[in-house]
């Protein structure tokens, strides 16, 4: 039985040019370094500042809006017990929108998808501390989907059963493959203007890899595809599974946030193809944190993680299975695909 792979919210931050205004507000000038722990009340690290009383974690939408903020206050809750300073959520609305909340000292905590993970260290000064594990890996991929099975499909149509009885349907050896990439040969037949259903201009998994891809394999100009970005992995499902795009992306397998919903989903989009392996998404806290609060941070999510309650937590909100400490090295990867995508 494949075993289907989820990632949450997974994304990139398209080239925004992001304002500095939390960094231009003058520090109190009664802040002293013995307050602060910093060495020299007012460098440029951040140190000059008093961490603050109250903590917000922000979020970004791979699930229905209500859900999500029902469940990111549970785990904000969770957090906020373990580290012993109250924690509120936030959610916005694109990645794009996180970065901005953590460049201007509204969001001190985010969860990001690893192309925003590392625009939120280069263009908002974050941290970069955790990164999420799925099914033993720290990397996941794209799904390529279709309702157009006998345009998209070179083989036959393979009908999967689910652990909950579910059917979801594959093709060009997606059906076998763990990692990608696999069924390239099929994005060949996409065209400049095919309609393409993707997650959002600043998703990794829904918008940069597969744009790149399309670019790589198809000679496809990645900055002219007729686009409509979904505002959601699910989204993205649910508009190629009514009949609207006939080619649609999404992190694998999506599927399984609409299944409940439209138990037929699986037969009605048949995954075609994958993307290259794409690091797993991550959590930045603010820079201008104490390094100590930073660690404490990060302590304590992986401390709630390991918790029965807090397992569920997670797994609620993106389906993360554990915590481990960010790979930088991998992340760079992401960075270097934005920058190509950038130049292109």
Known sequence: MKRAMRFAAIGAVAALALTACASEEPADDET???????????????????????????????????????????????????LGIPVTTTVTDSYAGLVTAMQTGQAHIGMFGP????????QAGAQIVLQSVRY?????????????????????????????????????????????????????????????????????????????????????????LNTLFAGGHPNSIINVASGDYAVGVSFDDARDNVVEENPQIGEEVTVFAYSDEI???????????????????????????????????FDEVYSIEGLVEADLDALDAARQVEANFAGL
């Open 32 to 82: 002293t370094a013995e307050e602060t722990g910093g060495e020299d009340a007012g460098d440029e690290t951040g140190e000059d500042m008093a961490d603050p009383e109250e903590l917000v974690l922000g979020l970004v939408p791979s699930q229905d809006m209500d859900a999500l903020v029902e469940d990111a206050d549970q785990l904000g809750a969770l957090i906020e017990a373990e």
């Open 115 to 122: 192309i925003a993970l590392v625009q939120a260290a280069d």
């Open 136 to 224: 033993g890996t720290s990397t996941y991929h794209t799904q390529w989907f279709t309702n157009d099975p006998d345009t998209y499909c070179l083989d036959e149509v393979v009908e999967v059963e689910q652990e909950d009885g579910a059917i979801y349907t594959f093709c060009n050896g997606t059906d076998e493959a763990e990692t990608g990439p696999a069924g390239e040969d099929a994005l060949a037949l996409i065209e400049q203007d095919t309609q393409i259903s993707m997650v959002d201009e600043s998703s990794a998994s829904g918008y940069y890899y597969p744009a790149t891809q399309l670019e790589r394999v198809a000679g496809l100009d990645p900055l002219a």
């Open 279 to 313: 690091p797993n998404d991550g959590v930045a806290v603010a820079g201008d944190l104490s390094e100590d609060l930073q660690q404490r941070i990060a302590d304590a999510m992986v401390a709630v993680i390991e918790t029965e309650e807090g397992a569920t937590a």
